[in-house]
């Protein structure tokens, strides 16, 4: 099956720094998608970028489909950014989405 | 949480037992999902519906069952508990749309239920 790396596993910011996540992928998918999960467990969608870029605010995604990876950037992280930040992917048949270890990221006031 | 119920938020077990989760959506989606969250290795699909009494294996399927009745329900099942069953479980909801020669799943999670197998 498809194979999801994300790196780095950790990140501290300080508060005001700007930092990009990297979602590696090992085969061709239908779909990508970033989560982002808050301390109290919740998981919210930020993006779906199978392929291109988008932007919300402070956060930017891009993925490039044909060379099988996907960013993504946080800029002026505030605190209320720490959590953990998930890619997934959806296989060719996409139904099933496979999701990466996650990147844990902590922003120091 | 988007029309997702997930119950029991939390429960604690002994092992052996059965133990049976549930998520209930208003959303009127056609896919529903179960996904386990251990330390380590984020979100495992353990089973997944794509209609009513239509159910797959996910990545990590033994020792859990699945059943949907309904549109809006879909059960997960422990027939009989073990301690490394002990994880958060999150439902997951999407409405998978065509679109060209992509398909696009955009997934809406519960809030999650956290269960202790003693």
């Known amino acids: 099956g498809i194979q999801v790396e994300q790196s780095p596993p950790d990140l501290i910011l300080q508060e005001g720094a700007n930092s990009t996540l990297r979602c590696n992928f090992s085969?061709?998918?239908?779909?990508l998608q970033w989560f982002h999960q808050n301390p109290w467990g919740q998981l919210i969608n930020l993006f779906y970028?199978?392929?291109g870029t988008k932007q919300n605010g402070r956060l930017s995604a891009t993925t490039v489909a044909t060379e099988r990876y996907s960013l993504l950037y946080i800029s002026s992280s505030q605190t209320t950014d720490s959590g953990v930040y998930f890619c997934?992917?959806?296989?060719?048949?996409?139904?099933?989405?496979?999701f990466g270890a996650g990147t844990r990221l902590f922003v120091k006031a | 949480d988007a029309g997702i119920t997930q119950s029991p938020r939390h429960k604690v077990t002994e092992t052996g037992t059965p133990v049976t989760l549930r998520c209930h959506q208003t959303e009127n989606h056609r896919y529903m999902y179960w996904y386990r969250q251990d330390p380590g290795h984020g979100l495992r699909l353990i089973h997944y519906?794509?209609?009513?009494?239509?159910?797959d294996k996910g990545e990590v399927s033994d020792g859990y069952s699945v059943s949907r009745s309904k549109t809006e329900d879909f059960l997960l099942t422990l027939e009989s508990a073990t301690s490394s069953q002990t994880s958060v479980y999150f439902c997951a909801i999407s409405e998978f749309a065509m679109g060209g020669q992509k398909g696009s799943n955009v997934l809406t999670f519960g809030a999650g239920s956290r269960l202790t197998v003693l």
């Open positions: 997934a992917v959806g296989d060719t048949g996409g139904f099933k989405t496979i």
């Open positions: 519906s794509y209609g009513v009494k239509d159910t």
């Open positions: 970028i199978p392929s």
């Open positions: 085969d061709s998918v239908n779909n």
